[in-house]
């Protein structure tokens, strides 16, 4: 008799744990997947035509509330947990509920899980949702392709549509965007890439990804999401942590695992963050990954006009996941609007009812308003909420050019975060040293 298995995902890892593991093996029997984190993923299937032939009829997707009553009904025996970005505790919260209800409890680790790439990977991975991976692997893209590498990034998955369409997915430009209906969240993590000139891939199967990826590129940057750690065996695996959230190195899954497994450290935000903060989360890196060669970095915030801002009365707009998963009550866009003299106007009176729910869910959000648009429904709440708040300006610190996607009628000015070196050689002198080991 197969051994039946549930997977606790939030359409990531857990169907490339899948794909990879469980898939071909005949076993064991993956009854059903569980939906957390991101609304609108239970109730779906997951498709035959991923799924593969041990599986016509596809696999329900259901929802991680009904764990127990999944667990008894279905006659599950090992509950494998396979999402990111949350707290050891909630990690053992979960096991509890499925020892409870009479099933093993495990999770997969980088062995089983890690594909082979035909040319090398560098991986960049943190300990928590909003460290800075973005501007570092897009610093990294710039770094490698002035020494003459063709660069493929990798992006980690974010499969909340079609999951057919999705299996492999390649963008170069906006258009691409738009054709596979990105979310604005995918948006955010796509969108800064095309503008720098990088060939993104993405989607829910990772072994043809990463085949399609280094076939036409010498060297493949992965540009992980939420904390996890790498879906490809990296070469140089750089690992942020941040000094803004000091004690954050050992308190989430996978994001010590992660840390403890780095090659190179960077303390990303060193600029902004106390001295004393810097030192004790570059020092806690050390400990847990003695053999990694520690950086500091600074992350500077970059706003369009500052004169603009001025005296102004503005609405921010920041990064959803860095709010919402990564626990920051407010980010960049809120740092830099203070910084050049704005008066903050709170959204949270006038949010549409699907912001009105997130800010709900998660309390320790601030006068900021998350970038969220995993549904037209949060994409319309989202321009309901800057239209109805009264501001004279919108300071926007999401990676997307927010004006272009939705209609806004107030001007818009962008903030950035960046990243910038610190130390020499720095992280440039560190994958000079990793390219001439090759």
Known sequence: MSRRILILGA?????????????????????????????????????????????????????????????????????????????????????????????????????????????????VSAVRTGCGKSQTARYLSGVLKARGRRVAVIR?????????????????????????????????????????????????????????????????????????????????????????????????????????????????????????????VAEAAQALAPRAHVIRAASPVRLDDEAAVRGRRVLVVEDGPTLTHGGMPWGAGHLAALRAGAEIVDPRPFAGPAIRALYTRYPHIGEVLPATGYSREQLDALRQTINATPADLVVSATPIDLAALIPVHKPVLRARYEFAELESPGLAGAVDAFLARR
């Open 11 to 123: 359409a990531g890892r857990d169907f490339h744990d899948f794909n990879l593991v469980y898939r071909d093996d005949p076993s064991v029997e993956v009854v059903a997947f569980t939906a957390a984190q991101i609304p609108g993923i239970a109730g779906r299937r997951y498709p035959p035509e991923l799924a593969g032939p041990r599986y016509p009829e596809g696999i329900p997707i259901l929802d991680e509330a009904e764990l127990e009553t999944i667990c008894r009904e279905r006659r599950i025996d090992e509950v494998v947990f396979a999402y990111s970005d949350v707290t050891h505790e909630q990690v053992m919260h979960l096991a509890s509920r499925a020892l409870a209800a009479g099933a093993d409890f495990s999770l997969l680790g980088p062995a089983r899980t890690q594909i082979r790439a035909e040319v090398p990977v560098i991986a």
């Open 156 to 280: 980690h998955p974010m499969p909340y549509g079609d999951l057919a369409r999705q299996a492999v997915q390649r963008f170069a430009t906006r258009a691409d965007l738009d054709a596979a209906g990105c979310t604005v969240e995918e948006r955010e993590e796509y969108e800064p890439h095309l503008v720098g000139g990088n060939v993104v891939f993405a989607g829910v199967d990772t072994a043809r990804i990463v085949a399609a990826a280094a076939a036409e590129a010498d060297l493949i940057l992965w540009d992980g999401g939420n904390n996890d750690f790498p879906f490809i065996r990296p070469d140089l695996h750089i690992v942020l942590v941040d000094p803004l959230r000091p004690g954050h190195e050992t308190t989430h899954h996978p994001g010590e695992a992660v840390l403890r497994m780095a090659d190179v450290v960077i303390v990303a935000k060193s600029d902004a963050a106390p001295p004393a903060d810097v030192r004790r």
